[in-house]
């Protein structure tokens, strides 16, 4: 029963193609994140919404495009596929900040990775 | 502008041994940091984490050491090992510091092999 999963795991498409990688999280949690791991190994946020509301706009080209239908899924669409968007996709989510005792954990998806060809 | 930095990319430790696995930050908005752990084709996994209000955390085999004065946190896993072999990243955020949701950060992780 996986807390929180991404589809598809390994995603191969050509340069100029549209795609969406889909994510849900069954935790009850409020907030949901997309991280992007580069060749560098980098782990850098993207973006990150909370109750659906996007909270988080990092420096992201806007061919990359995050929807939240409800509170448990985070899907990213990217068009117009370029080679550099090549990486491994990390969802994520954890409970918002309360304002109390500072964030909770992030669990993390087991990432999809992404192959531009 | 790496706010986490995690200065060695990879560390060899014989098992049984203490692994300590080294982390540093700049931005002194951070008051929460936490380690992570990550096998191949896996997502990271928590593992330990500290408020800015401590010096210390431990949790069974793992200890994390908080020198905010230093900007340095470090994870000490004693006695190391096999099971040990992956990668640690580790993260930093400002979560009393945002209205809503947090943002973490990462470093860009340590490479931690355990050799029997």
């Known amino acids: 029963d996986t807390a929180v999963s991404q589809t598809p795991k390994y995603l191969v498409t050509q340069m100029g193609n549209d795609k969406s990688i889909k994510c849900e999280q069954n935790?009850?949690?409020?907030?949901m994140y997309w991280y992007k791991q580069d060749s560098k190994k980098f782990l850098k946020i993207m973006f990150s919404?909370?109750?659906?509301?996007?909270?988080i706009n990092e420096t992201v080209p806007n061919r990359f495009s995050p929807k939240s239908p409800d509170k448990a899924h985070l899907n990213l669409h990217i068009n117009s596929l370029e080679l550099g968007d090549s990486a491994v996709y990390f969802c994520?989510?954890?409970?918002?900040?309360?304002?109390?005792?500072?964030?909770?954990?992030?669990?993390f998806g087991q990432g999809t990775r992404l192959t531009v060809v | 502008d790496q706010q986490v930095k995690q200065n060695s990319p990879s560390l060899s430790v014989q098992e049984g041994r203490i692994s300590i696995l080294n982390c540093d930050y700049t931005?002194?908005?951070?008051?929460?940091f936490l380690w992570y752990k990550k096998y191949p084709a896996e997502g990271p996994t928590f593992l330990i984490s500290?408020?800015?209000?401590?010096d210390k955390n431990e949790d069974g085999r793992f200890t994390v050491f908080l020198n905010k004065s230093a900007k340095h946190l470090s994870l000490h896993i004693v006695p190391s090992q096999p099971g040990d072999s992956a990668v640690y990243f580790c993260?930093?955020?400002?979560?009393?510091?945002?209205?809503?949701?947090?943002?973490?950060?990462f470093g860009s992780g340590t490479r931690l092999s355990i050799r029997p």
């Open positions: 994520a989510s954890s409970q918002a900040w309360t304002g109390g005792g500072g964030v909770t954990e992030a669990f």
């Open positions: 993260a930093a955020s400002g979560g009393r510091f945002y209205s809503s949701a947090s943002k973490i950060i």
């Open positions: 931005n002194s908005m951070f008051d929460y």
């Open positions: 500290i408020s800015s209000i401590k």
């Open positions: 919404y909370n109750n659906k509301e996007l909270i």
């Open positions: 935790l009850g949690h409020d907030t």
